[in-house]
């Protein structure tokens, strides 16, 4: 997910040159463009009691601070099943998934620029356990939101969500 500095190829350093109107990592030993795409990640808008689950971030990024239940896809994981699979990392949840909520470009993320895929998400267990890279769950009432959100594109979700059933 980090920006490369030598070429995969052959090892050279890479320069960036203008190609095709966008300033590209070329690699000036064999020609090699080295594209630097957005990441996606899945997350999901889910709802116990009328309450939202948000997860605590245990690392940096944003350490402390609170997020939905959401990560970065698996190579070759459809994002129905990532969004599964991390309620159940970070909350120890089993779900019911729902509909899209949006699709948001993350753009406040150091690591990457993340395209973020929110579904709705209705909560089956009846205990949850923080873990993986989640240290604590709160539930939330939607007028009492936590100031600290980690991420614009989570707030943006969740207004989106909101919108759609007040
Ligand atoms: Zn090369």
Redesign the pocket.
């Known amino acids: 997910m980090t920006i490369p500095r030598?070429?995969?190829?052959?090892?050279?350093r890479?320069r960036t040159r203008r190609l095709d109107g966008h300033p590209r990592l070329c690699?000036?030993?064999?020609?090699?463009v080295a594209y630097v795409n957005p990441t996606p990640a899945v997350g999901v808008v889910m709802t116990s009691g009328g309450k939202l689950v948000m997860v605590r971030r245990r690392f940096a990024p944003k350490a402390g601070r609170w997020s939905l239940p959401a990560g970065f896809m698996e190579y070759g994981e459809p994002p129905r099943r990532c969004a599964i699979r991390e309620c159940r990392e970070e909350t120890g949840a089993r779900i019911r998934l729902g509909g899209l909520v949006g699709v948001y470009s993350g753009d406040d993320d150091p690591r990457c620029h993340a395209v973020l895929i929110v579904y709705r998400a209705e909560l089956l267990s009846r205990r949850m356990t923080a873990g993986d890279d989640a240290s604590e769950i709160g539930l939330f009432a939607f007028s009492r939101l936590p100031r600290d959100i980690a991420f614009r594109a989570h707030r943006q979700a969740i207004r989106d969500y909101l919108k759609t059933v007040f």
């Open positions: 030598c070429c995969a190829r052959c090892g050279a890479l690699c000036p030993a064999c020609g090699r």
